[in-house]
Each structure stands twice: as C-alpha cells, then as structure tokens.
C-alpha cells in the first residue's frame, strides 16, 4: 500500500545519534529499536493527547531520531504534517499570510528550552506564534517522560495504522511569488510515489545520508527526508545545521557520509570551497542551478556528482533531474538545459512556451508552473518565469529584473518584488552596494517610461525574510506595502 509507515523503511537501516555540541557518537538504533520509538511516541499521542486522523500537527524539535519517529507515529496515525509554517520575528509577524494560512493547528511539538524565556536559544515571537495558534503544546520530554498507562494499547501500536492512501500527509504553501501565498495537500500516495521516485533516481542503495533539518518546506519529504528512510543505509545528523561549515565537512569526512542534500546554491558552493578533496563517494542533491563556477569544484574535490531537482510545489517535485559529474565538460555545459525526460511519471507538453505536466500515475490532469521552456532535440532548456505584469501600463517581465538584480548584486545581495495590486515595485537590499543601485535605476530608465523602484528595503535582516529555502517574496512584498501604507496617514 502506498502509505508513509515503517513499512517503507529499508530493513537494513541504522541510526545513529550524535551529541549535538561535541558531534560524538553517542548510539545507534536498527529498525527495530527504531521502530519501538515509532510506537512510544504513537502511544503518547493517542493515550495522553487523544489524537484522531486528520488532525494537524507541526514539530519543531530536531532534527533529532525522536523527531524521525515522530514523523513517522504521526503519518501511521493519520496526522497531516504542517510545513512551510513560517519563525515569528515580531508582532507584526503574527498576522503575516503564511501564519494564518493552516488556521489552528491542533498539535504543536517543541522542545521546553524553546519556551524557556532564560534560555538564550528561545525564541519569544515563536511562542506567541505557538500560543496563538495551538489548541495543544506537546514538549519533547514528554518522549523521555512519560509513563505509559496501558501496555495492552501500546503493544497494539505496531499493527495500528489509521492512514490510508489517499489521507492527506502534508499540509504546505505555495511561495506567494506572485502573490498571497495558498494552501496545498499532497496525500500519502503521491508522497510516497514521488519518494520512491526520487529515490530510484537520486540515491544509491544502503549508502549514508547525513541530515540537517526539518521538513522545513513542501518538497524535503520527498526530495530528501523519504528517500532517505527508503534507500539509505546509515542516517546522521548534523544537529548544529548546515551553517557550521568547517564542523560538517570534518563531520562527513570522519564518518564517511555519502548523500548530502544542499538545497541552495550559497550552500553548495560554501560546502564545495570548504572541504578538502574528499576520498570517498559524496554525492550531493540540490534544488536550484548546478551553475558553471561549480564545476571546476567537483573535479578538484572529486565529488562524485551533484544532481539538481526542477520541480514546483504545487504540482510535483522532480520533473527534471539535471547532472553534473566529473565527466561533465564545461566549455559546453549550459546551466539552462534540463536534459530530457527521465521516465513517464510526468507528462509535459509546450503550450505558448509554458511548461504544462500532468501525472496519469495520480490521475493529476494537465497544470502549468508558468515556467517557460524551450524543447532542443528533445532536451528541455528552462527560459525562466512566465510572469507578466502591467505596471502602469507597461508590462514588466518578473523574470528579466529578477535576473538583473541578481546580476547587479550577487548572490542574497538584493531581492525585487511586484506588488501587483499596489503597481508597485519593491527592491530589498541586504548588502549595501551603491553602486549597482545606481546600474538598476539606470536599467529601469533604459527599459521603462514609467516604471521604476517604488520603494527601497534597507537595513533589515535576510534571516527574517528566509523562509525554509529562500527569501519569502510574499512576506517581503506585505511588509514593505505596510511602509508605504503607514507613509500616507
């Protein structure tokens, strides 16, 4: 059956856990001590907290393998798991669309440390967050805590299993690029087809994966976290997270990790510049452009490959799978081309150079992601966004000054938004750079009569507009809306 269960788990698998400050091994679970944490934590849920399948939850208390078991209990429960819920950094914060898009959210896991108010990793706009919109606050030390009541119902939990196919599973958003951001659902079983997928594709068998983070958006399920639990051997975690560069690149050297899952290019390339030449197989998955200064990188560190997703959220991931390994010539490597089709999982046909695909496997009817494609002998070359706006009775290309402004700033210098509704136009500037401000006027003067910058973010922080894998547009677009509306009364 195409549901998320222990069931889907390779056999062979092993956990390992980590301290998370000194890195140093501490333990390791097989599938079957894993398991029996898939069954403590559902005998938590149903006998302490009652919980019924359809009901929500978000947890926030990892990575960790009890948050692993956690997901699991959860999706065998019938939990629809919510993600792309975004950290409170103010009040204001609160109310932003992405925060009230799932409504009440009926359980909310979390650690006790990050609702302590004297301990420097709490976060207080996060509790607020947590308060307001959580009928039920589930500490992690109930795991560790609690004494369970009934041992006839917990001996029960391996066999129980209230998911079915086409229970919803997740709960996610799509990134308000455009626009407001809205609600999607993917079910078991398009998560676990798509997993498996990408699993075939990406992963190589028992091979060891290293973890870093959450579910923190719509795709990790199953461009990461799922195949992981399907296909690979041993799973790490790196509880410090990705940033710490030169702590994980010792820590995937000593142990030997395999899979990396690098899901921007800032994170690929600081991890390619900053690892000596490995002398294992490293292999690593990413989401956006393998681009043309990564190459010269993979031959010099002897990566095995890295292998890009070009996907959309609200459609499907992992359309295209591009490679790039160490055969790969760079005098004609092109970033755009996304190869060809790699099975009949995914149907696409070019409709006014959009990009449409349907999924007969789901019985998913054609759906555009609005991004323009262009067929070559039968390779796909990604041409950019589709979006058009009339601004002011001009229409401005989303793409073209999205290009531009990453060309002027570089990467994370700079992000430009469309208000549609306001004819606005919003440019957030995170590293100051007087002079490609200059350049972008002048472009806007060379392309336009009348359009141009309404409004300059300055002096804000990038971190509280990142939002699981890149700056969230519709956060930033609200925001500085906000301004111009307060500058008026």
């Known amino acids: 059956m195409n549901i998320i269960s222990r069931r889907c788990i390779n056999p062979k698998i092993l956990v390992h856990v980590h301290d998370h400050v000194t890195h140093e091994f501490m333990s390791t679970h097989d599938y079957d001590s894993f398991c029996q944490l898939i069954d403590r934590w559902k ?24 948050y692993y ?63 307001m919109y959580g009928n039920c606050i589930i500490f992690e030390d109930d795991f560790h805590n609690y004494e369970i009541q009934d041992q006839n119902l917990h001996n029960s939990m391996a066999t129980t299993i209230w998911a079915t196919p086409d229970s919803d599973l997740i709960y996610s958003c799509s990134s308000g690029t455009t626009g407001l951001p809205k609600k999607f659902t993917n079910s078991h079983r398009k998560v676990y087809l798509m997993g498996e997928r990408q699993g075939r594709i990406c992963f190589q068998q028992d091979e060891k994966v290293l973890h870093t983070s959450l579910i923190h958006h719509g795709a990790s399920m199953c461009y990461h976290f799922l195949p992981s639990f399907m296909f690979g051997g041993e799973q790490y975690t790196f509880p410090s997270g990705i940033t710490y560069q030169t702590a994980i690149n010792e820590f995937v050297n000593k ?35 393998i681009t043309s200064d990564m ?10 490959f890295i292998k890009t997703c070009f ?85 401005v290309n989303l793409n073209d000054i999205e290009l531009t402004v990453k060309e002027l700033f570089g990467l994370n210098g700079a992000n430009i938004v469309i208000d549609y ?69």
């Open 69 to 131: 078991a956690l997901l699991f209990a959860s999706a065998e429960l019938g939990l629809v798991y919510i993600v792309d819920w975004p950290h409170a950094y103010s009040e204001r914060d609160l109310t932003d669309p992405k925060m009230t898009l799932f409504g009440k959210i009926d359980f909310i896991v979390t650690t006790k440390f990050s609702h302590n108010l004297n301990d420097p990793q709490c976060l207080i706009w996060d509790i607020k967050r947590n308060e």
């Open 421 to 489: 509704e306001m004819q606005k136009i919003y440019l957030a500037i995170w590293k100051n750079n007087p002079q490609a401000e200059l350049e972008l006027n002048k472009f806007f003067s060379n392309n336009y009569k009348s359009v141009n910058i309404s409004y300059t973010l300055r002096d804000q922080l990038y971190e509280q507009f990142f939002n699981s894998r890149k700056i969230d547009n519709s956060k930033l677009r609200q925001f500085c809306r906000e301004i111009i509306l307060k500058e008026r009364i």
């Open 255 to 289: 142990n030997k990790i395999n899979h990396l899952f690098l899901f921007t290019p800032s994170l690929v390339l600081m991890y390619l510049k900053n690892t000596a030449p490995v002398t294992h197989q490293v292999n690593i998955v990413t989401l956006y452009h």
């Open 295 to 304: 190459l010269p990188l993979i031959k010099e560190k002897n990566i095995n």
């Open 311 to 395: 996907g959309d959220t609200t459609i499907g991931v992992g359309f295209f799978i591009k490679t790039a390994d160490q055969t790969t010539d760079p005098a004609n490597y092109d970033v755009t081309n996304m190869g060809m089709p790699l099975d009949d999982f995914f149907q696409f046909d070019i409709r006014e150079n959009r990009l449409y695909v349907s999924c007969p496997e789901l019985n998913e009817d054609w759906r555009t992601s609005d991004d323009v494609f262009e067929v070559i002998d039968g390779d796909y070359h990604f041409r950019g966004r589709a979006d058009q706006y009339r601004i002011n009775d001009e229409w």
């Open 43 to 66: 005998t938590i849920l149903v006998e302490k907290y009652n919980v019924k399948p359809g009901q929500t939850i978000f947890a926030s208390c990892g990575p960790s393998i009890f």
